[in-house]
Every structure is written in C-alpha cells, then in structure tokens.
C-alpha cells in the first residue's frame, strides 16, 4: 500500500457483518499458533482493500495448508483497516504502506506496528481523456488522493511528470498549498478510492494501487508513474500491520512468511499489479526504523 483515502465509505455489507460477529483471534490464542486452550483451530481475521483480488484466495488457501485459517475482511476505503486493528475488530490489516502507518499513528496516538513487508507498487497518473503528459493541457485539473500521505507523494509524482511545481522543492508533507502559481494544472483533492473513478470528470488522476483494475484501468496505460526501487521510495513499502501486542506472535509471523514465499502467492500479486510490484521481505526491524523516523518527522512537521 501501493496507498488514499479520505471521505470515510462503509464497509461492504459481507465485511461489515464479519466485524460485528465472532471475536479476535488474538483475544484466544498466544505466540505460539492459531490454537486455543481448546486445541481448536481459531480464525486469524485480516483486513484488506480489494479481497476479491485473485492472490487473496491463493494466500488463503496456502494458510489453511499450512493450518491456519485465514477470514479475510473487506473494507471499502483505506480509512477504516487501522481503527478496526485497534479496536480488535480483526487481528491483521495488509493494505497500506508505512508513510500512511505512521501517519494514523500519530493523528490517532496509536502504536499499530509492521510485522513484514509485502511490496512496494509505483504511483501512476492515468487518463481517459488524453494519451501522453503531452496532450494534458495548461489549466487541467488533476485528481490526487487526500489522505496526508498518499497526497504529498502524489504531488511529488506530479511535479516529477512536470506538471505542478512545488514549494522548497516537494517533501513527504507537501499539500496543494504547496504548488506553485504558473504550474501547469490545478489539483484536486479526493478520497483515493473515487480517483480513478472520477476520470470521466478531470483531465486525470493519480491511482492507487488497489483502485486501478477495479476501475477498468491497465497499469500499461499509465502516463507516467514513479519509481519504487528509489531508496527515497521505502517509506512506502506496503506491510502486514499488527498491534504492538502481538507483533511477535508466531501464527502471524507465519503468515507473513507464507506471504512473502510461497511462488503461487507471489505470481499472484504481481500479476495483479501489471507486473509493476516490486516483492519484499525486507527485515521487520527495518520496517521499524523507517516506520519511527517517519513518526519523527510528521512530529516535528506538525511542530
């Protein structure tokens, strides 16, 4: 999480009936597994955006071979993964990178930690309207997600295709405050998840990944799209989120590692992606340093 997100959408009525029955897994089971006192299998339940993605029912199933049964909880919009987490409503979330982690963490006081990496996608800018960067004309009006993470790299992939110009340069906290007057198309703010549907209405916009092929987009026809093999792209490598509690136990750590090595998942994902997903395993205690200077540095920005 590619990641996006503002106007709060309801879950699906599938995944909001799934939070409000049955309990959290880690609420009856401890580091060692899945297993309760009981010896029964207990349900590990995992928020995502975009559980009807092909590599999810893979990654499912490779679970259950595994002996870990796996209820995957759709959500909507990327606003409501995090709070559900904290609130116990389910024991994992992987749909978001660890800009945005650290973004929730502070705005909300929370400690929610990464426990493995997944992949890092590119940022895209696509358009139904126009074929190249070229043909966007001065004036245009742009569609970028509103989420404060998700927002400022889009600015900065704007400004990247030589569209805006931003103030000092761009930063991880840029905002459209922050283009310049003379750039050469306006910008508008929006949930991610109504970018790509708001095509027919703007010139074009930057997509996230979890929206583009639920919109009929193809990652080839993308205008242009940044880097995720930048070192300076790592804060927006995507993970398996967990409360800090848990962050050791071995049925999730397990999962992160069915995640990350089974061939048919892998294939699976970077399929979904056009292929433009970089897969990682990078070590969690990586994941922890950037997630805390990314915590350090939205502090010192909100001064």
């Not at 400022?152 to 310049?180: C, K, M, Y």
């Not at 193809?218 to 995507?238: Q, R, S, T, W």
Request: charged share 20%.
């Amino acid at each position: 999480m590619t990641f996006i997100k503002r106007g709060v959408l309801a879950a699906s009525i599938t995944a909001l009936a799934l939070v409000l029955a049955g309990c959290s897994a880690s609420e009856g089971s401890d580091a060692s597994g899945a297993d309760g006192a009981d010896g029964a299998s207990e349900t590990v339940r995992i928020g995502v955006v975009g559980a009807s993605d092909p590599y999810w029912e893979t990654f499912v199933d490779a679970a259950s071979e595994e002996g870990i049964d796996v209820e995957l909880v759709d959500f909507t919009d990327y606003n409501q993964p995090n709070p559900a987490l904290s609130e116990g409503e389910i024991d994992l979330n992987q749909f978001q990178h660890i800009q945005y982690l650290a973004d929730y963490n502070v705005a909300n006081d929370d400690d929610l930690v990464p426990i493995g990496a997944t992949a890092i996608y590119p940022l895209a800018v696509f358009s139904t309207k126009h074929a190249s960067l070229e043909d966007i004309p001065e004036g245009a009006t742009v569609a970028i997600p509103s989420d404060p993470s998700n927002r400022a790299r889009a600015l900065n992939v704007l400004q990247a295709a030589g569209l805006v110009e931003l103030t000092g340069g761009g930063s991880l906290f840029s905002t459209p405050d922050d283009v310049e007057d003379g750039s050469r198309v306006q910008v508008t703010e929006m949930d991610a998840s109504f970018t790509a549907t708001s095509l027919a209405d703007v010139d074009a916009a930057v997509v996230n990944n979890d929206f583009v092929t639920d919109a009929g987009l193809d990652f080839a026809d993308a205008l242009y799209e940044d880097d995720p093999a930048d070192d300076g792209a790592k804060p927006f490598i995507n993970i398996f989120a967990a409360k800090a509690a848990d962050a050791e136990n071995a049925t999730y750590q397990k999962l992160v590692e069915i995640y990350q090595t089974n061939d048919d998942v892998q294939a699976g994902v970077l399929e979904n992606s056009g292929d433009s997903a970089i897969m990682l395993d990078t070590p969690v205690s990586e994941l922890l340093e950037i997630q805390a200077d990314a915590e350090e540095q939205i502090r010192a920005d909100q001064g």
